[in-house]
């Protein structure tokens, strides 16, 4: 069976790897927090104490980190270290799960190539139950032979695999993506505070916008109101999806527009939202937690 070193073992990776376990692939585990490991090495899988001996004997490298320097760090090196790519074998396959920009993908996919590795930028969506579930959405950007080669990998962690285009095109895919949901967890949150301050019950007032037109995944599925439903806004916010993930979306959109000429007055205003929620302390709190910065 394939052996794949998986890198980033957090609130994603975690899950993600476990679903590689369950479908029998032989997968080695690194993260810089030693528990992370120790938990996925009870589930089977093979601990190991460097991204270059996790990649030890592996076709396929996963990664699935915070944001862009944290993967150009572990594959091009950083402070005189040596980064992960120079070790691995010719052929590897680099799948980076992790939500960055596209100048790190485009810097590391040129690394792999001159190295004759293939690379993936292969951004999810569905948030920690879709990890879980093994129900995410991949958005890839790479070679259609790439993609052919990771289909099968892909599809035990995931629902959904789609090709959007060359490397980076993932990226912009999540960026369009997560933008639209900042915006939409902020307008879901903006109901259904407006209707509890008018005396409505939340929970009521979700399940009449779930049958009107105002149904959207965030009311349907991360209802940001505290005790609707079994999501992170019931357990005091704890992620989940950070509010510091979101906001460095948010930066990679914003980024993304400037670059391309493209008007987001309302991704703007969310950009702006996350980051002053950021500035008082909520940084690590989930990203539905915007509910608390309306109800002040
Ligand atoms: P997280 O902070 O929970 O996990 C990141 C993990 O990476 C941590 O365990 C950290 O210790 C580890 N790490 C950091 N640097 C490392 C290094 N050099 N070597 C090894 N391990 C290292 O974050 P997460 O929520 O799992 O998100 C990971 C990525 O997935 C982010 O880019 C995020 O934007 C994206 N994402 C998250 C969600 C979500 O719902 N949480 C959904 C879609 C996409």
Redesign the pocket.
Known sequence: MTTIAF????????PMALNLIKSGFTVRV????PE?VNTLQQHGAHGATS?GDAANGAEIVI?????GK?VS??YLGSGGEEGLLASLPKGCLVLD????DEETVQTVAGACSKLGLEMLDA??????AA?QQGT?TFMCGGSETGFQRARPILAAMGKNIFHAGAHGAGQVA?MCN?MLLAIQMIGTSEALQMGANSGLEPRTLSEIMLKSSGRNWSLELYNPYPGVMDSPASRNYT????VD??A??LGLATANAKSTGSKIPLGEQAAALYRQKQEVGDGRKDFSSILELLND
């Open positions: 890198i980033g073992l957090g609130n994603m990776g975690g690194f993260d810089l927090v992370a991204p990664s699935m980190l915070p944001a944290h760090a572990l799960c992790s939500t960055i951004p999810v969506s569905g948030g920690v990890a995410l999540k997560n992620p989940g999806f950070m993930l979101m460095k979306d």
